[in-house]
Antibody, heavy 127, light 106 residues
Framework: EVQLVESGGGLVQPGGSLRLSCAASGFTFSDYYMDWVRQAPGKGLEWVGRSRNKVHSHTTEYAASVKGRFTISRDDSKNLADLQMNILKIEDTAVYYC??????????????????WGQGTTVTVSS | AIQMTQSPSSLSASVGDRVTITCRASQAIRNDLGWYQQKPGKAPKLLIYAVSSLQNGVPSRFSGSGSGTDFTLTISSLQPEDFATYYCLQDYNYPQTFGQGTKVEI
């Protein structure tokens, strides 16, 4: 069964750090892009960032709101993707989803969408 | 960043109705547009990718169309399980951006 399971959420003070992890199973992890998407309480979805697959050397992209504060990394040998969040702000409070991105092939000439989602982990930034 | 504007923000419909949700991009995005369904307390689910391709396992009552800047999600015959919020997402360039969502109430 294809599955993504996030962990690491919790309560953190403004300015603090937190590291989320995403454990993947049921598919060849190194072939896929891995994204993080968040949803603030009662709000819509916000794309946070992406780690491309092995073919694309795991290069990353970030939303402007988190660039320079958040870092996405992955370990293909362990089927893990992490989101390191630093200098957290109150507005970073959200449910964070780990998401698999699927393409038309390993070189991803066409990105098709986010086809597998984790259950989400809650991050609360508050004093 | 490309802005995605969905309309309406919410709608009320009856079982069996044909429902249409629109998404407009602030610039042309080729066919790099997908639709997602989210039920309360659950993770979103991919319905349609590349404007009109139905994701595996998604009922055929869902369909997508459009090009350039204007896109549409249609539910041909609304079912009780379709109560949810629907989001469009452009993946034409970074940052990828979602529409604000359309809540469908039965």
């Amino acid at each position: 069964e294809v599955q993504l399971v996030e962990s690491g959420g919790g309560l953190v003070q403004p300015g603090g750090s937190l590291r989320l992890s995403c454990a993947a199973s049921g598919f060849t992890f190194s072939d896929y892009y891995m994204d993080w998407v968040r949803q603030a309480p009662g709000k819509g979805l916000e794309w946070v960032g992406r780690s491309r697959n092995k073919v694309h050397s795991h290069t990353t992209e970030y939303a402007a709101s988190v660039k320079g504060r958040f870092t996405i990394s992955r370990d293909d040998s362990k089927n893990l993707a992490d989101l390191q969040m630093n200098i957290l702000k109150i507005e970073d409070t959200a449910v964070y989803y780990c998401v698999r991105g699927f393409c038309s092939g390993p070189t991803c000439p066409d990105f098709y969408g986010m086809d597998v989602w984790g259950q989400g982990t809650t991050v609360t930034v508050s004093s | 960043a490309i802005q995605m504007t969905q309309s309406p923000s919410s709608l009320s419909a009856s079982v069996g109705d044909r429902v249409t949700i629109t998404c407009r991009a602030s610039q042309a995005i080729r066919n790099d547009l997908g639709w997602y369904q989210q039920k309360p307390g659950k993770a979103p689910k991919l319905l349609i990718y590349a404007v009109s391709s139905l994701q595996n396992g998604v009922p055929s009552r869902f369909s997508g169309s459009g090009s350039g800047t204007d896109f549409t999600l249609t539910i041909s015959s609304l079912q009780p399980e379709d109560f949810a919020t629907y989001y469009c997402l452009q993946d034409y360039n970074y940052p990828q951006t979602f529409g604000q969502g359309t809540k469908v109430e039965i």
